[in-house]
């Protein structure tokens, strides 16, 4: 019994970390210098209104030089290895400019890849890049961020999927929506853990059947002392080989997609400015 108290313990002091390692500032990584406070701030706030509504992972990343890395597979390396995105299949997007190459990148992961496919990236790229030409990057960013959960909100395959206008330039209030996360963090902390307790509790039932005969047999009591093997006859099946399909955009709903660091897809797309 104290070790299922300890085990519930050690989940919930998890669940208090992985609520705490949880930073919307870290979804606005402006190394680029581009962006002033008071901007970075308001892309945060949007960044947080679709969290909270949509469960979907949102970064602005900005820097000076990808020092000779391509674009998508730089990242693809911030997203994964800095531990963004939500739920089994990490879902969320990513906006990467470069300014020495004049270089950008939409990045997206798990549910991203359909809701975000090539003809919605391709949008987004002409609607994005003449802010970026004028230099207005603030107004870029939060068009991306305005059109991803517009791309949530009416996917692809909707009937009438239509992306929204540029948002004003005002900056929006602050949407506050961590009560819900957090509520959902400790909830399935508790299920895991009794899941946990559950599981221990399975493991002190040590007499169960043996599946197997030999199981029941005494060592050495079994003496085979004759055997043969008689060849019966072959069957031989032939099965086409399937052609590569690798790097293709079936199932994803026209995306896309590449090989992610994870181990898993991608999708994504971009150009210059």
Not at 48 to 58: P, R, T, Y
Not at 163 to 170: I, K, M, R, S
Not at 181 to 205: D, N, Y
């Amino acid at each position: 019994m104290k070790q299922c108290i300890c085990t519930i313990i050690v989940v919930l002091l998890m669940a208090c970390y992985v609520s705490a390692s949880y930073d919307i500032n870290a979804r606005v990584s402006d190394g680029a210098n581009l962006l002033t406070e008071q901007e970075s701030d308001s892309l945060r706030n949007q960044i947080n209104s679709v969290i909270s509504e949509q469960g979907f992972d949102v970064v602005i990343v900005t820097v000076n030089s990808l020092n000779g890395i391509i674009p998508r597979v730089y990242a693809d390396h911030y997203y994964v290895y800095n531990g963004f995105g939500f739920g089994y299949d990490y879902d969320g997007a990513l906006f990467l400019l470069a300014m020495e190459e004049r270089e950008f990148y939409f990045y997206t992961k798990g549910r991203g890849i359909n809701a975000i496919n090539d003809a919605r990236i391709n949008e987004i790229n002409d609607r994005v890049v003449s802010y970026l030409s004028e230099e207005d990057y603030y107004r870029a960013f939060s068009l991306f961020i305005s059109l991803v959960n517009g791309s949530l909100v009416n996917p692809p395959s909707a009937p009438s999927a239509q992306l929204p206008y540029e948002p004003a330039a005002n900056m929006p209030p602050e949407s506050s929506g961590l009560f819900g996360r957090l509520a959902g963090v400790w909830i399935s902390a508790l299920i895991i853990a009794l899941i946990v307790v559950f599981s221990m509790k399975s493991q002190l039932k040590t007499a169960r059947a043996k599946p197997l005969a030999h199981d029941y047999v005494v060592p050495g009591s079994f003496r085979l002392s004759y055997n043969r093997d008689v060849f019966v006859n072959s069957h031989v099946t032939k099965v086409p080989r399937p052609k590569d399909s690798s790097g293709s955009s079936g199932g994803h709903g026209g995306s896309t997609v590449h090989p992610s660091s994870s181990g898993r897809v991608h999708g994504g797309g971009g150009g210059r400015f």
